[in-house]
């Protein structure tokens, strides 16, 4: 192997372009296996493949890109050579200058050579902002596509990327093409790039284009339905201005039935949990749209990513009074009630979150008791939680203790007393011994009943051992 590949090395420099687009393939091929690459860079292929990039010849070119994309794969020092031996501009070049399979290559090799390095994340992202700036339409479009592939293939970038002009230009794109295709690729990138790192002008930029990502919710494949989602998503997470714009236009709930993809619901129930957070008229908003009965049906959906982003909203949404009433009338609280049970923690910690918010309504209030949903908001107290599921199951379980003498029963019988005991004596976090002592407070009262009235001697032996093992 070493032969060989000194021979195709020796090549690259000298003969025909037949012969160095063969070289360089063989070299290509060679680079596929990890094993190779150090031995052929060792061999001194790279600068004369970065000087391949540039012959007239379009296989040589392509020959080369793919080489030095292979040689950079999950390989730093290989992928800093290449930089340093200008390949990062030539293969910019490339992507203005070359074939469609030489522009896929030189895509890939760049994205290769920025794999875990900010560095040179960094050179690739100016270099590609310098060619959107200086070039053609079509060639900027092309950097455009290469900075937000960086951003897709490495978040670290992202930063980077953004920091280097991407948005206004991939806004552009989305703003003047007629292409759904384009459009579906951009709104992706869009996703991708938009985070709520971004400065105001960057946000008043990606706003731009939101009408044409709303547009494609409509009419979009549903490919395209999931990234505008998800790009909506992300711009409401992102900025107040983003976020109101988007809740008036009230274009997220259709997708949220049963005939769309999970994919597509998930990101839609992500822009609606993020339209709904911290913003009192877009509570209203998404409940006007029609929101919340979809919502509530996706908690029963089976898919977990959906599951969570649902029940996120509705927790959320459960900040407005009338929107508690709509959840409970939909059937939200007995789902919410199921989820305590079999959802991950983090779906545990929004379900009691929307919990306590119908706990603390005397409207909705008693749906939560008829469901039977004492026992499993009990069943949080316990160790297996955390302490913001616990914090919360606490204070639901204050609010249903409050003057409920049914419930204050249905709260000791379910072992509520020794469990509210022990977070209030030793849970780190100040919330949950503040919840425990406020709904031990409601208990003592009715244990003293009960001792009294002696119907429940159990119930006043566990209030003495409150008393004596834990000032209240």
């Known amino acids: 192997m070493g032969n060989g590949i000194s021979r195709s090395v020796a ?13 360089a393939r063989a070299i290509a091929d060679a680079a596929c296996k990890p094993a190779n690459r150090q031995t052929i860079a060792e061999a001194g292929a790279i600068p004369p493949l970065v000087q391949l990039l540039a012959s007239d010849s379009a296989g040589a070119s392509e020959a080369a890109a793919e080489a030095l994309a292979n040689l950079a794969s999950q390989t730093p020092s290989n992928a800093e050579a290449i930089a340093a031996a200008g390949g990062i501009a030539a293969l910019i070049d490339l992507l203005s200058s070359g074939s469609a399979g ?38 900027a479009r092309d950097a455009t596509w290469l900075l937000c592939s960086l951003a897709a293939e490495h978040p670290s970038c992202r930063r980077v990327v953004t920091a280097a002009g991407a948005l206004r230009p991939l806004v552009a794109v989305l703003l003047s093409t007629g292409s759904p295709a384009v459009q579906s690729t951009a709104a992706g990138a869009l996703a991708n790039l938009v985070s709520e790192h971004i400065s105001c002008e960057q946000a008043a930029a990606a706003a731009a284009g939101i009408p044409v990502l709303i547009d494609l919710l409509d009419s979009g494949s549903p490919a395209a339905q999931e990234r505008a ?35 597509v619901q998930e990101q839609a129930a992500r822009a609606l949990c993020n339209l709904s957070c911290r913003s009192p008229a877009n509570l209203q908003a998404v409940a006007a749209a029609g929101g919340i009965p979809p919502l509530v049906a996706l908690l029963a959906s089976g898919h977990p990513a959906v599951v969570d982003e649902a029940a996120g909203a509705l927790a959320h949404l459960a900040c407005d009074p009338a929107n508690r009433q709509e959840i409970a009338a939909a059937g939200g609280i007995q789902l919410l009630l199921h989820l305590l049970g079999c959802g991950s923690a983090g779906v545990q910690e929004e379900a009691a979150e929307a919990l306590r918010l119908c706990a603390g309504d005397p409207a909705t209030r008693p749906t939560i008791a008829a469901a039977g949903g004492i026992g499993p908001l ?47 004596c030793t849970s780190p976090d100040a919330d949950v011994r503040a919840a425990a002592a406020a709904a031990l407070q409601h208990l003592r009262a009715f244990m ?3 001792a009294h ?11 003495s051992g409150q008393q004596s093992s834990c000032a209240l």
């Open 378 to 424: 009990v069943a949080l107290l316990g160790t297996k939680s955390t302490m913001l599921t616990q914090a919360q199951a606490a204070w639901a379980v204050y609010h249903l203790a409050a003057g409920q003498p049914s419930n204050q029963h249905a709260i000791a019988a379910a072992g509520g007393l020794p469990l509210l005991q022990q977070l209030q």
């Open 229 to 263: 989602a998800a790009a909506l998503a992300s711009l409401a997470a992102a900025n107040a201005a983003c976020q109101q714009i988007i809740g008036a236009a009230g274009s997220m709930p259709p997708l949220l039935g049963s005939e769309n993809s999970p994919a």
């Open 453 to 463: 009235s002696r119907s429940a001697p159990d119930l006043a032996s566990q209030l």
């Open 448 to 450: 003293e009943r009960e």
């Open 102 to 139: 030489a522009k896929a290559e030189a895509a890939r090799g760049l994205t290769n050579i920025s794999c875990n390095s900010p560095p040179r994340c960094h050179a690739i992202a100016a270099a590609g902002e310098r060619k959107r700036r200086g070039d053609k339409p079509a060639v």
């Open 11 to 23: 090549e690259l420099g000298g003969g025909s372009a037949a012969e160095r687009e063969a070289a």
